[in-house]
């Protein structure tokens, strides 16, 4: 599939790293370092600007490497760019280690995975089917 992509960042676009990855690396777009001190977010500029086809959504996901190391996360993940919007896409960072991190110009911050998504239609009724779980909520199907 192709995406209409306007790159204002001075990097290289985002793109799969192996054949099977389902995510692009996002880079932060910074004229200068952001800290991010313990438990503190930051809305991170990319540089990115696209046009999804309708049907389609973009999910901004954490790099597990950032997260399992640093103590680096998104926020709101998966962040959903939708087909409509138009503005830079940014990185809802937040720190949740106990030390400060830095973020540099061009470092990689999060995933970028492209999803295809239905649009539903409700129709209220009276009555739902009954299911084996029925209304069991969390923690309902055990723990082991």
């Known amino acids: 599939m192709e995406i209409k992509v306007i790159n204002r960042s001075g990097h290289k676009l985002p793109h799969y790293e192996t054949l099977a990855s389902a995510g692009m690396d996002l880079r932060a777009n910074l004229e200068e370092p952001i800290v991010l001190k313990p438990l503190e977010r930051a809305i991170v500029p990319t540089g990115i600007f696209m046009e999804l ?75 739902l089917s009954d299911t084996p779980r029925g209304e069991g909520g969390f923690g309902s199907t055990g723990t082991k």
């Open 53 to 127: 086809p309708i049907g389609y959504e973009a999910q901004v996901r954490p790099r597990s490497g950032l997260a399992a190391k640093k103590g680096i996360t998104v926020l709101n993940a998966p962040g959903t760019i939708d087909a409509d919007y138009r503005g830079e896409v940014g990185v809802i960072l937040a720190n949740i280690s106990s030390e400060d991190f830095v973020v540099e110009n061009g470092e990689r911050i999060a995933q970028l995975v492209i999803a295809k998504h239905e649009r539903a239609v409700w129709v209220e009724v009276d009555a």
